[in-house]
């Protein structure tokens, strides 16, 4: 029998139109779901690699190889020293920048009280390759190298009730366990992008720091950025056997994604998620299912007709799975476009998680802005065409084993 199969299909669609478009609706909400979902995921993705290289690690760290075995009791005295260090990773190819950085905790002596926070003690001119700090400051300007000036988190300050010209005396442990204080003044207060830095988070000039916990000449880590086309995980491993050649020195030296175990979680959040997207299409497929399983015993005696007139079962299978088909599209497509534009939305109006991640130390910022993955978006288009198309083979393979004689038979 000779018919052409997709026109056939297609003009099917629209003989119970509710239907079909409450069908094609399923596998459009289930599209778009997944976009946003994984839009979300990958914004969070990206948001925390740049957070956790620009504040906090690099894309190389390097510290003394006994410092994470007892970096509970912050041992300052297990140190680097940077003029021996520093030439030698330098020479290291891959390696684009370095920056010096010493984190301690430190009591703020305020109104007769005392106040946790974490000062970070940096060379502001090295810095400007991992924080752009000048987009980062609202009020005031940096600190500067040799002076006792500090630069604060805007919620720290406002908390504290400090501003600009105020001096705070700072209280910490040295590297010999000793105890010292520094009285600092606020040159200026920062909005970072992530929350814990602003509550909690001062930085002061790497020099004064070294002095106020007596450890000239040595810092806590080293940081680096590598060069494009040069893999961290290479250069790491390249910078840690530099140091062994050249100094005999052994160090811990690692790349950022294998020192932040949250980074790590997010990655397989997002693999979870593509299985949670399978499941979405199965349901929303289901749908689709029922609706072919309903086409096929209404029009029985159609089927019955087609037979007796020569449509062979592998036709009358292809048949209803080209309707599917059709229906998963559309269904598709429509979901997809209405996911980009939300997405699109989103990464101008930003998601506000100021208020959800308070008091949780992620280093996720506290305003998300989603962007619109062209290869996510297609990724989801053919992936629900696909499951939400092979979904109807089972039922369309009903048409096929129908008996013309019992169809034709069919009230």
């Not at 330098?90 to 106040?115: M, W």
């Not at 309903?294 to 799975?321: C, D, H, P, S, W």
Request: hydrophobic residues 50%; neutral net charge.
């Amino acid at each position: 029998m000779t018919i052409k199969l997709p026109v056939v299909a297609f003009r099917n669609i629209f003989r119970n139109l509710r239907r079909s478009i409450l069908s094609a609706v399923a596998i459009a909400v289930s599209a778009m779901s997944i976009v946003l979902l994984l839009a979300l995921v990958d914004s969070m993705q990206s948001d925390m690699a740049h957070n956790l290289i620009s504040f906090y690690t690099g894309q190389v760290r390097i510290r003394n190889a006994q410092f994470a075995k007892y970096e509970r009791y912050n041992p300052l005295h297990l140190s680097l020293d940077a003029q021996q260090i520093l030439p030698v990773v330098s020479s290291v190819d891959g390696v684009k920048a370095v920056t010096q950085r010493i984190n301690f905790p430190v009591n703020l002596y305020l109104h007769e009280q005392n106040n946790g926070a974490l000062a970070v003690g940096v060379d502001f001119s090295t810095e400007t390759a991992f924080i752009d700090f000048d987009k980062l400051v609202s009020k005031g300007r940096l600190p500067k190298a040799g002076a006792n000036e500090m630069l604060i988190g805007s919620v720290l300050a406002n908390e504290l009730g400090l501003g600009l010209g105020d001096k705070v005396t700072m209280l910490t442990s040295t590297a010999l366990r000793g105890s010292n204080a520094m009285t600092f003044q606020i040159v200026g207060i920062a909005s970072f992008p992530v929350g814990a830095l602003n509550a909690k988070t001062l930085y002061v000039p790497l020099d004064r720091a070294q002095y106020l916990l007596r450890m000239e000449g040595q810092v806590q880590e080293i940081l680096l950025l590598t060069q494009d086309g040069f893999k961290e995980k290479e250069v790491a491993k390249a910078v840690k056997t530099a140091l062994e050649d050249t100094l005999s020195l052994e160090t811990e030296t690692k790349a950022w994604n294998e020192l932040n175990t949250m980074y790590s979680l997010i990655v397989l959040a997002k693999a979870i998620y593509y299985v949670i997207g399978f499941i979405f299409f199965i349901l929303g497929s289901t749908v689709i299912i029922n609706t072919t399983m309903m086409v096929i015993y209404e029009r029985m005696r159609e089927i019955g007709t087609m037979g007796a007139l020569g449509m062979q079962g592998k036709e009358l299978t292809k048949l209803f799975l080209l309707e599917g088909s059709f229906i998963s599209i559309a269904g598709s497509t429509l979901g997809t476009i209405v996911g980009v534009i939300i997405v699109f939305v989103m990464s101008r109006m930003g998601l506000n998680f100021s208020e959800a991640m308070s008091g949780i130390d992620m280093e996720v910022s506290s305003i998300l802005y989603p962007q619109v993955s062209w290869f996510t978006a297609f990724f989801v288009w053919v992936y629900a065409i696909i499951i939400a198309s092979l979904s109807t083979f089972i039922p369309s393979r009903r048409a096929s084993k129908i008996q013309i004689v019992e169809a034709l038979r069919y009230v």
